[in-house]
């Protein structure tokens, strides 16, 4: 360094002075949430409340005693744990999209189980009534920030992101950064690359390690011999895998993550470094979401969820077609229209449950009720499916199994799920009923069940008012046995819980998801063509994806019918005979063109032949890249003449 900056004298010495008088500390455990703004005569948590009653009333009318204590309750316990900023800022956002007709999911994850989420119109799914806690959500013995994601049109979501830019400042909005390791085949290529040797040699190498994301060069030695042989009687190959062994896992390239938002109470700047990306003006932090998370800034997921993008449109083509407007929200959950659909495995386009293994399951099973099909996309998992969780479910509803509850005062528990424990909620509802566990320690139950950590199922010691220590399974036997309940059968429990623990589901999640699932079911058991329009539109531009639902629609008797002059308008377009394709979709054919072919069109009526579109549409819509395109696609065969006098005319002068 001195040799390289010697035309500087001291600027070595400088440099290790300016680093001396730096003093910063990073802050960890202290959240710096921003401050929301609200109207004058209220405060914080006055008007967190008077949103929860207006809210409430609005879901519940007079609701019940039960309902109004759980309400107190959570609100109590969010003005405690010091999150009433964080639940304004997420309930004025989602207020806003919703406002401006931005579609937004009925909520996921964790958030749903709150009745607070549900009276602020986060969520849309009652907690109370499908059993959902609020402690798997917030945890009062487990203090940490709260994590609602919320999904948006996938076309509008930046119009929401930009809402917040307007409330509290582009400085206080950060996008943020990810960073890519290095994996095991990209380290050999580099490694061969910089070693200077041959394309072919890192190719072959390459193509001895497993294609598994998580495979590491030394996994991809001990698994295969071939690569293992290669390696001890090779040189070049041991060189270059040596080598990349040492850069393999370090970090090779960065980019954004692609929903997380970093709110800030300040500039962002003032607490994480950041950088200007040049391409969107964006403010991005140069620190992961673990970190930024871990420095007390809020973080929000701000997820673009496609199956809202298609719902607006379906809607969109329904009212277009039928005059009607849908109000999805008061669709019966009961309509038989809906099962029938499930029952024979036409959810090719519907949200969750269109997979081939998903349609043959919802054949065999039948399902008839809403809460079958929330356990359907709890169950369908590589876990489940293969413990025989799914065929004992199945062969329960089914009655080919007795359904049976441990003991019936755990039948309004399990009930719903024809007595196996599908959810992590059930384990902790069977943990507070049977065996007397708070509602937060339950949550410990549940976070062992979910993170597989069955020794510390075994292990954790709790401690009660007695003053005794006990073990969870201790505690979970004795508190069963003070309840009343057979030391035999909360042993059964027990043991079924450590068999099948890492398969419990988070239930607020599927039945938040569930809703969507519903939804878009039954809009396509009424309207399949307005639905399935909005489904291949969705996919303009992705070949592979048209193919396979242009091939859905002809299992479902949809007819997908070539474009058409007069019917077909940029998107996909639903038609009483079926689905017209778009004019967007037709290579030379831009979306300018296909506006002014459309505006025509209205203005003056359809078009009688070739010659007639010629003469009305202007010319920079009508020269013959495109009109070429429009015929070769069978976009005037209505109008009765062959594709062939078509492109006589086009090519021989008469026309153009």
Not at 18 to 39: D, Q, R, S, W
Not at 309 to 337: C, F, Q, R
Not at 468 to 497: C, F, P
Not at 544 to 561: E, F, M, S, T
Request: aromatic fraction near 10%; charge should be negative; proline fraction near 4%.
């Amino acid at each position: 360094m001195e040799a390289l900056f010697a035309q500087y004298p001291g600027a070595i010495e400088n440099t290790g002075k300016i680093a001396e008088m730096c003093n910063l500390e990073f802050t960890f455990g202290k959240y710096h949430l921003p401050e929301f703004k609200v109207p004058e005569g209220y405060t914080s948590l006055t008007y967190f409340k008077k949103l929860c009653a207006d809210g409430f009333a609005q879901r519940y009318g007079e609701g019940t005693d039960k309902q109004r204590a759980q309400l107190e309750y959570e609100q109590n316990m969010i003005e405690r744990m010091g999150f009433v900023d964080y639940f304004l800022i997420v309930s004025d956002f989602v207020r806003y999209a919703k406002s401006v007709g931005i579609p937004v999911g009925p909520g996921r994850g964790s958030a749903a189980g709150s009745i607070v989420s549900y009276c602020l119109h986060i969520t849309d799914i009652e907690p109370m009534k499908y059993g959902l806690f609020f402690e798997r959500f917030l945890n009062p013995e487990r203090v940490s920030m709260p994590d609602i994601d919320m999904d948006f049109d996938d076309e509008r979501r930046l119009d929401v992101i930009q809402h917040c830019r307007d409330i509290y400042g582009p400085e206080r909005i950060a996008h943020v950064i990810t960073y890519g390791k290095m994996k095991a085949k990209q380290a050999v290529n580099d490694a061969a690359r910089v070693l200077e040797y041959p394309v072919y040699v890192s190719a072959g190498i390459s193509k001895m390690i497993p294609n598994d994301p998580k495979m590491t060069l030394e996994r991809a030695l001990a698994e295969n011999p071939d690569l293992r042989k290669q390696y001890e009687s090779d040189p070049d190959t041991a060189k270059i895998i040596d080598a990349a062994k040492r850069l393999e896992g370090i970090t090779r390239g960065e980019g954004v993550h692609a929903s997380a938002v970093i709110i800030c109470r300040d500039p962002v700047y003032d607490y994480v470094p950041t950088k200007l990306d040049t391409k969107g003006g964006m403010i991005i932090t140069q620190y992961d979401g673990v970190m930024t998370a871990n420095m007390g800034l809020l973080k929000m997921d701000f997820l673009g969820l496609r199956t809202l993008t298609v719902i607006s449109k379906a809607l969109a083509n329904i009212k277009a077609n039928h005059g009607i407007d849908i109000d999805l929200d008061a669709i019966d959950m009961k309509d038989p229209a809906m099962y029938e659909l499930f029952a024979r495995g036409g959810t090719a386009g519907v949200f969750q449950v269109e997979s081939p293994g998903m349609r043959v399951l919802l054949k065999k099973m039948r399902p008839d009720c809403y809460d079958d099909i929330v356990a359907v996309i709890a169950l369908y998992r590589p876990g489940p499916l293969g413990a025989g969780m799914v065929d004992d479910f199945v062969d329960r509803k089914l009655g080919r199994k007795p359904v049976t509850y441990y003991d019936d005062r755990l039948k309004p528990v399990l009930e719903s799920t024809y007595g196996t424990m599908v959810y992590q909620e059930q384990v902790m509802r069977i943990s507070v009923v049977m065996s007397g566990f708070t509602t937060g320690e339950s949550d410990k139950v549940r976070k062992a069940v979910a993170k597989k950590k069955i020794a510390l199922m075994r292990e954790v010691e709790q401690k009660w008012a007695d003053g005794t220590v006990e073990t969870m399974e201790d505690h979970w036997l004795n508190g069963a046995e003070r309840n009343g309940y057979s030391r035999k059968i909360a042993q059964t429990i027990w043991d079924d819980v450590l068999k099948f623990a890492e398969y419990a589901f988070n239930k607020s999640h599927s039945a938040a998801y569930g809703i969507l699932t519903m939804q878009t079911a039954w809009l396509k058991a009424h309207y399949p063509n307005e639905y399935m329009a909005a489904v291949l539109t969705s996919y303009t531009g992705k070949t592979d994806k048209i193919v396979h639902y242009v091939n859905a629609c002809k299992q479902d008797g949809i007819a997908v019918l070539p474009p058409d002059i007069n019917q077909s308008r940029g998107d996909f377009t639903a038609v009483p005979e079926g689905v017209r394709f778009g004019l967007s979709g037709l290579k030379g054919v831009g979306e300018k063109v296909v506006e002014l072919i459309i505006e025509e069109r209205e203005k003056n009526g359809p078009f009688t032949s070739l010659h007639d579109f010629a003469f009305r549409v202007p010319g920079e819509a009508c020269n013959k890249r495109v009109v070429e395109a429009l015929v070769k696609a069978g976009a005037f065969d209505s109008t009765g003449y062959t594709r062939k006098q078509l492109w006589g005319f086009v090519n021989e002068g008469s026309l153009l």
